[in-house]
């Protein structure tokens, strides 16, 4: 057994970094099988020696954050746990979780996670920006926060997000109603980050005025699409003639975003995705990047993260049978 002591100097922010009832503390000690227990601004961790090292350096990584105004969610704490416990924990004494933009609520869109941040950087420094990984990475709600951030300061005139109208897995039959409820049912995720930015009355003013555009790949074909930032979501279900259409709808000043996780194609059998193709096409393209998240970049509920790794060690386990 080994004792270790972190000395806390930034004491105002020793009640973030502990957490409602000391939940923060609690998960560290489940985390790494540790005993802590604080006496002033002093953590002390009692356990196997190479375990209270991590829980320690845990500790002093998510008291940087708290001192950077990152406020320290259920959420958080895994994730420096995790990065901390696999040997990554060097890339998060850099991490810049400087925000992006403000919701209607007041909460403040910023990235949580180093995989967010890369995105969230390459989007500023390239035209064209493919991010690719499992839900609840924030791909689609980060770029949508970028753009409306882009819309703000002026950089852009208008904001289009389209997706390809592939049903996931299941057959909706027919929908009633005009061609724009038609095609709404595939792009509600769109309008709900929509609505988070802008609320739902300047939402629907920039609609009727079509400074906003949310509307179905097939829309994009012989249009050019200046001063704008547009976002191409569930980029997987495209196919090769579909991505290479909207990637050369890209006009003068504008920004290009494409989301997709390549584990969820819904694509009839037989079909390629586009999205596959594409990230090998244009890997040596110059202003062009690709992001790729992974489980730890997940910022949904934790079962999101467990489900993830379940379903990729079975796909795993079956290549091997």
């Known amino acids: 057994m080994a004792e270790k002591i972190v000395k806390l100097e930034n004491i105002a922010k020793i009640p973030e970094l502990f957490g409602s009832c000391d939940e923060n503390l609690h ?35 998510l008291m940087e954050l708290a001192e950077k105004g990152q406020h320290l969610t259920e959420q958080t704490v895994r994730y420096v746990t995790s990065m901390v416990s696999d040997g990554e924990a060097e890339a998060l004494h850099n991490f810049n979780g400087d925000g992006i933009c403000i919701t209607t609520s007041g909460k403040v869109v910023r ?28 791909k689609t709600y980060l770029a949508v926060a970028l753009a409306v951030r882009a819309f703000r300061a002026h950089e852009v005139q208008k904001i289009i997000l389209t997706r390809p109208a592939v049903e996931a897995g299941e057959k909706l039959g027919f929908l009633p109603g005009d061609l724009q409820e038609k095609v709404d049912p595939y792009l509600r995720p769109l309008y709900d980050a929509l609505f988070d930015m802008f609320g739902a009355e300047t939402f629907a003013r920039h609609m009727e005025k079509n400074i906003i555009e949310v509307a179905p790949l097939a ?22 003639e579909q991505i290479k259409m909207c990637l050369t709808r890209l006009g003068a000043n504008s920004k290009m975003v494409i989301t997709g996780d390549i584990t969820q194609i819904d694509l009839p059998e037989k079909r ?11 890997r040596n393209v110059e202003d062009i990047a690709t992001i790729r998240f992974s489980d ?3 910022v949904r509920h934790k079962i999101v993260q467990d489900i993830i790794k379940a379903y990729e060690a079975y796909h795993k386990e079956g290549r091997k049978s």
């Open 27 to 61: 998960a560290i000690q489940r985390e790494y099988n540790v005993i802590l227990f604080y006496r002033g601004a002093d953590i002390h961790i009692t356990g196997e020696p190479e375990q209270t090292e991590k829980a320690a350096n845990a500790i002093r990584l």
């Open 111 to 138: 990235p949580k996670t180093v995989g967010q941040r890369k995105y969230v950087d390459a989007i500023a420094k390239n035209t064209i920006v493919l991010g690719v990984g499992p839900a609840g990475t924030g």
């Open 219 to 240: 829309y994009m074909r012989g249009r050019t699409l200046d001063d704008a930032f547009i976002i191409l979501d569930e980029a997987q279900n495209t196919t090769s």
């Open 272 to 282: 390629k995705s586009g999205l596959i193709e594409a990230m090998k096409v244009l």
């Open 296 to 298: 730890k970049d997940v």
